[in-house]
């Protein structure tokens, strides 16, 4: 039996018991402890408009391959564009567009900002009330933290394997203050894949996702949960933060991804002083049984540190990949990526990166440049 297959799901999982799930631990949640929970908006002015703005230039060369076909480059823009708009203290409405290519790179091909396009990855109206967050409409349930919290330019690039995004449904937020274990924020979601016109992209078209493309989580039903656990200040060392979670993806429709999903993740992260020296490190181990749908079972390790040295900073990730292939060789994939950097005038960073990437037992050298701002505007400010 494999790791995964302690977990594993044959059966099918009615949607109706996945919404009693949500509706249970999100109530257990919201009830163990009534008199910890913070709030969230209360002290904030509102009405509001808060923005945040995230823009990337920079590019990426695959100077050395053993397959001729990945010695490409690419140089292009990443944007990211997210607004909330808060009516009052408990309601608001919150959107996310993204621009950047849309469309893989062809193999031998030097591309320069080519196939860009803008789509919409969140799209949702949101709850508060005394630590406790509803999410409605379209969204990224939580799974994970190293597709996000990797150091170095290309240290998220295998743990975005299994990043959930441009999902709809229903997610529910409980945060406790103060506990033995730290401050917690629990989430439970259920959802499935957007297939409706939301995930349409312009200027460049990325093609229109429907139900028939199939895979685990592509339902129409809300019969897909992730259930995530969040701390920090574990057992009252503020250095320590910590992430558990569990996700369920249904089969599709097709008889190409004939099975359903099932994945647990466990992270820790946080900060090491040695001296005047502040490192920040990352740990993360994830397994999923019948990946989007397939006979094929995976599983990712990833390990991160970075620190700073004034304007500099120094970063440095591996990941492991192993991939169990049910009809084939199995995978053993390996990423291993540093990078370097300084902060610039007016807000402005610049980093430089290299990679080894060890893909279905071929080996490819990459190095990269970034240059990236971050803006935040709030009309209560």
């Given at each position: 039996m494999t790791i995964t297959g302690i977990f594993s799901c044959r059966e099918k999982v009615p949607s109706n018991s996945l919404f009693n799930i949500f509706f249970a631990s999100t109530a257990i949640a919201f009830f163990l402890c009534p008199t910890q929970r913070a709030a969230l908006a209360e002290d904030l002015n509102h009405p509001r408009i808060e923005v945040d703005l995230g823009v990337e230039a920079g590019g990426d060369y695959t100077f050395r391959s053993e397959d001729s076909a990945a010695e490409v480059s690419d140089v292009y823009p990443t944007i990211n564009l997210g607004i909330g708009l808060h009516a009052n203290q408990y309601f608001s409405l919150h959107g996310a567009f993204v621009l950047e290519p849309v469309i893989d790179i062809e193999p031998r091909t030097h591309r320069y900002f080519k196939h860009l396009g803008v789509y919409l990855e969140e799209a949702n109206v949101q709850f508060y009330s005394n630590g406790f967050r509803l999410t409605a409409g379209k969204f990224n349930p939580s799974f994970g933290m190293a597709w996000e919290r990797a150091p170095s330019i290309y240290g998220a690039d295998f743990a975005k394997d299994y990043q959930l995004t441009e999902q709809i449904g229903l997610a529910g937020e409980i945060t406790l203050q103060r506990n033995p274990f730290g401050k917690m924020a629990f989430t439970t979601a259920i959802f499935f894949d957007d297939t409706t016109d939301l995930n349409r992209s312009f200027i460049t078209k990325r093609g229109h996702a429907t139900l028939f493309n199939g895979g685990a989580g592509n339902t129409e039903k809300l019969n897909n949960i992730s259930l995530t656990l969040d701390g920090e200040?574990?057992?009252?060392?503020?250095?320590?933060?910590?992430?558990?979670?569990?996700?369920?993806?249904?089969?599709?429709?097709?008889?190409?991804?004939?099975?359903?999903?099932?994945?647990?993740?466990?992270?820790?992260?946080?900060?090491?002083?040695?001296?005047?020296?502040?490192?920040?490190?990352?740990?993360?181990?994830?397994?999923?049984?019948?990946?989007?749908?397939?006979?094929?079972?995976?599983?990712?390790?990833?390990?991160?540190?970075?620190?700073?040295?004034?304007?500099?900073?120094?970063?440095?990730?591996?990941?492991?990949?192993?991939?169990?292939?049910?009809?084939?060789?199995?995978?053993?994939?390996?990423?291993?990526?540093?990078?370097?950097?300084?902060?610039?005038?007016?807000?402005?960073?610049?980093?430089?990166?290299?990679?080894?990437?060890?893909?279905?037992?071929?080996?490819?050298?990459?190095?990269?440049?970034?240059?990236?701002?971050?803006?935040?505007?709030?009309?209560?400010?």
């Open positions: 200040a574990f057992l009252g060392m503020d250095n320590l933060n910590y992430h558990l979670g569990y996700r369920f993806r249904s089969k599709g429709e097709t008889s190409q991804y004939p099975h359903d999903e099932n994945g647990l993740v466990a992270g820790l992260y946080g900060m090491l002083k040695l001296d005047d020296r502040e490192i920040e490190w990352i740990g993360e181990f994830t397994t999923i049984n019948n990946v989007s749908g397939s006979s094929n079972n995976a599983y990712w390790f990833t390990l991160g540190a970075s620190t700073q040295y004034g304007v500099y900073n120094v970063a440095a990730s591996y990941t492991g990949r192993w991939i169990d292939v049910e009809s084939g060789r199995d995978l053993n994939d390996t990423l291993l990526s540093f990078s370097a950097g300084r902060e610039l005038d007016r807000g402005w960073s610049a980093d430089l990166g290299y990679k080894y990437e060890r893909l279905s037992y071929t080996n490819n050298h990459t190095i990269g440049l970034r240059f990236s701002k971050s803006l935040e505007y709030n009309s209560a400010e």
